[in-house]
């Protein structure tokens, strides 16, 4: 392919029809991390608070 080819090779990367599966996916982990970390905090900062009054 390339011996008998004289000119650059180039590849264009079209990103604007890239289906919306990848950020979907993105996004369901952050929202998914976030929550877990709401939820963690939620938990352990209360028991955290106790512990420095005494």
């Not at 998914?32 to 608070?49: E, H, K, N, Q, W």
Request: positive net charge; aromatic residues 14%; glycine residues 8%.
């Amino acid at each position: 392919d390339m011996p008998n080819n004289s000119e650059t090779l180039a590849f264009k990367f079209n990103m604007g029809t890239q289906s919306p599966f990848g950020q979907i996916f993105i996004i369901a982990i952050t929202i998914g991390a976030l929550s877990m970390t709401g939820v963690f905090l939620y938990i352990y900062v209360p028991r955290i608070f106790k512990k420095s009054r005494l």
